[in-house]
């Protein structure tokens, strides 16, 4: 590696009173793969968002390519060859893919677009990445996961010298991580300095160089990849030490009651004959690979989709849940893996969001209570830790660790039995991530159920009492936690149990 790509010195900001970064400093070099760390909050997306001109900052100086540099907008960076991945999602879904990528860059002849030309250099791009997916398919189609990769092969479509991927692999399948790590590897020897955000702490071992991590916007240090442990990065980032021990025995009594029972529920051929149920104060984890059919479970109880058939029973008596309003006065809550998109209005306040499942509790004659509103948000704001100025503060400046904090204070408020957590901790630092166990087994205890949907099998055999195993829409197995290891559910997941 030659000389620096990029160095930051000194950078503050503050969005009136909340000062969000206080000296920080970060380096880049080119052909690095340098990894940014720190709990939600921390300021990585406040310091990204310098960089590339969306935030102008109060103090400090940034270098880019020998050069002193403040960008204005977003534009001008790109223009530059800085690229970023974004976590939360922000393409135009009425759009087709190959719009989408060279929005701002199409060819124009004679006063129109030649729409063509993206498409070829869409299927090119599709063919040099290793992607699957119709470059004239609408984005409002596509999965998580690959509207994901179509974020990733834009930024790559720009040329950039810079690519920052913030959270890249949240919403991607194994096959597809892979495939991403090829990408980034090719991008590295070709001298493309790459700044990764990521939570994930194999990942981080697996492909980066060097660490950097911040702490409530406070510069902590940097160290190189190689020789640092990861209870070392942990507690770098949250100043002590969390267990990630899996779960020794359940925590439901054998004689608990049954609050819900589902009975050959099938969805297309998304989900084909689930049965299963869900006891007093347990905690069912759903593993299995992308694709497998959880979230079709969950959506399909919730009332979000249609099923073909199956039966579903709340304590012990049927019910027709046709919609999910059915769903929530049968006291159901479900936290969606797209929190911004089915789970927050990003443009309303905390306060409107959390109130938002149970409104009727907060108005009186027509009329919404705001002092009543006020008290009962501040109260879940401060009990879910949220990081923020007051519950007036809008959803969409929160990072996306708080976000997620706010869609299950949501159902919190509604004081639902059953809650159905899909990815509660996608895209969360390890901090926030023990906090939300934490709610997790604070709900049990007091008789509320869980199903967790989740593709972390640490997380899986940390907090489940039972697991549920999918594979192509159909349930493979399940298992007791005292019997669960990550070996017989890869095992279920791929439905290998005869080999």
């Not at 790109?78 to 929005?103: F, P, R, S």
């Not at 705001?370 to 007051?390: F, G, I």
């Amino acid at each position: 590696m030659s000389s620096t790509l990029l160095e930051m010195s000194g950078i503050e900001k503050s969005f009136g009173t909340n000062k969000v970064l206080k000296g920080v400093n970060f380096e880049l070099m080119p052909g690095e793969v340098h990894a940014l760390m720190g709990e939600n909050g921390a300021g990585k997306s406040t310091l990204m968002k310098i960089l590339t001109g969306i935030h102008k900052r109060n103090a400090g100086k940034v270098a880019y390519m020998g050069e002193q540099k403040e960008y204005t907008d977003p534009k001008e960076s790109q223009l530059d060859g800085i690229a970023i991945v974004h976590q939360e999602l922000n393409m135009m879904k009425d759009l087709t893919v190959a719009e989408n990528i060279y929005i701002g860059r199409e060819e124009v002849n004679k006063g129109f677009i030649n729409d063509h030309v993206a498409i070829e250099k869409t299927e090119q791009l599709f063919e040099r990445l290793k992607v699957n997916i119709s470059p004239t398919e609408k984005v409002d189609h596509l999965t998580v996961g690959q509207q994901q990769m179509v974020e990733i092969a834009k930024a790559i479509s720009m040329d950039a010298k810079l690519i920052v991927f913030d959270e890249p692999t949240a919403a991607l399948t194994e096959k597809e991580i892979n495939e991403l790590f090829k990408i980034i590897e090719d991008l590295r020897k070709k001298g493309i300095g790459i700044i990764y955000i990521s939570h994930r702490m194999n990942e981080i071992k697996k492909i980066t160089d060097r660490i950097t991590v911040l702490r409530d916007g406070e510069y902590i240090g940097t160290v190189l990849t190689e020789e640092v442990t990861k209870d070392e990065i942990i507690n770098m980032m949250v100043g002590r030490s969390l267990s990630e021990d899996p779960k020794q025995r359940s925590n439901v009594s054998p004689n608990a009651e049954e609050v819900l029972k589902v009975v050959g529920l099938k969805v297309g051929n998304t989900v084909i004959d689930v049965s299963f149920n869900l006891k007093k104060g347990e905690i069912v984890g759903f593993s299995g690979l992308m694709g497998a059919g959880r979230t079709e479970v969950a959506r399909a109880i919730f009332g979000a989709d249609k099923r073909d058939h199956g039966d579903i029973y709340i304590n012990g008596k049927q019910v027709n849940i046709r919609n999910t309003h059915d769903a929530v006065k049968h006291g159901i809550g479900y936290l969606s893996e797209d929190r911004r998109r089915y789970g927050l209005v990003t443009g309303f306040s905390i306060a409107d969001n959390v109130v938002m499942s149970a409104l009727s509790n907060y108005s009186s004659n027509g009329i919404i209570q705001d002092h009543k509103v006020h008290q009962e948000s501040e109260k879940y704001r401060r009990k879910m830790k949220v990081k923020s100025t007051s519950s007036t503060q809008i959803v969409r400046s929160l990072s996306g660790g708080n976000q997620q904090k706010v869609v299950i204070a949501k159902w919190l408020v509604r004081d639902s039995d059953i809650i159905i957590f899909d990815e509660p901790t996608r895209g969360i630092d390890v901090g926030a991530k023990s906090e939300i166990y934490d709610l997790m087994n604070e709900l049990v205890n007091q008789g509320k159920s869980i199903i967790m949907i989740s593709s972390e099998l640490t997380e899986i055999l940390r907090m489940s009492d039972r697991v549920v195993v999918m594979c192509e829409g159909r349930i493979t197995g399940e298992l007791p936690i005292e019997n669960a290891t990550q070996e017989k559910i890869m095992e279920l997941a791929t439905d290998r149990k005869e080999m």
